[in-house]
């Protein structure tokens, strides 16, 4: 069986990896500073693994075949720059080195969209819907960690025999949210359908989390045939928009209006295209199927 150690396990994304990778067969070891990893984590350990020695020992404790790499403080603004920056960075460093220099077969590292630099006023897209290849232009210290993180991700995949991949997950939604509960800044999904300017600052990005967790999943299994130190966005197939992008995103984002009219229909923003062609995965939950309205 195959061991797989998630950090953040208690997460909005980490709970639904814990559950997805123990149903695919994993026997999968939750670490986070909070309660809430879900009982199908075969063990849990709360652990700061903004400390270096703590990560090896976490690694050494429980010798993973792969980590998946989550924890982090979770959203822009949440915490001061300086803390966001400091402890995501830390967190990315101290897992790669641990997980590289005590033997990890595989190792993925959540990132963010938000490298690519969307939400300032000046930000123009090169072209949309938006790949891998797009350049990355961070203005605030979550998505500078973030591309940090990345960065750290690539050293390592070429420095080490462990293989590196990592994920930009568009905005997660947990499963209960789609019955109401609140999202991360604290309205439902039904009003970030019903107010643009609420999913548009982000470009009407989404994913749910069980189809992130598919992802995850799959790219562990194809970690081995593929290029070391990839980069995969992880987005629904559709814009969480009642209406095309290539109406709303000029009306929020007025910089997107030449790029934005290739996104007719419910062509979203973002494209997964790269983890379809490589990793055989594409999203199967969209709004339209999943969100419960009053």
Known sequence: MTRTLVTGSAGRLGRSVVTALAQAGHEVIGIDTVPGTPPQAAATLPADLTDLGEAFEVMARF????????????????????????????????????????????????????????????WTPRYLPIDEEHPTEPWNAYGLSKQVAEQVMATFARASSTRFAAVRPCYVV????????????GHTMA??????????????????????????AALLDRLPGIPSGEVFFAGAADALARAPLAELLPEIVPTTAAAARTLTSAVPAFTSAKAERLLGWTAKRSWRTELVEA
């Open 63 to 122: 010798r993973p075949d792969n980590v998946v790499h989550l924890a982090a403080i979770a959203t822009p603004f949440s915490r001061t720059e300086g803390v966001t920056f400091r402890t995501n960075t830390q967190l990315a460093f101290n897992v790669c080195e641990a997980a590289a220099a005590t033997g990890v077969g595989g190792v993925v590292v959540a990132s963010s969209p938000t490298v690519i630099g969307y939400g300032t006023p000046a």
């Open 191 to 216: 009003e970030r359908l019903d107010r643009p300017e609420l999913a548009g600052v982000s470009l009407f990005n989404y994913i749910d989390a069980r189809d992130a967790s598919d992802l995850v």
């Open 174 to 185: 947990a499963p209960e949210e789609w019955a109401g509960a609140p999202t991360q800044q």
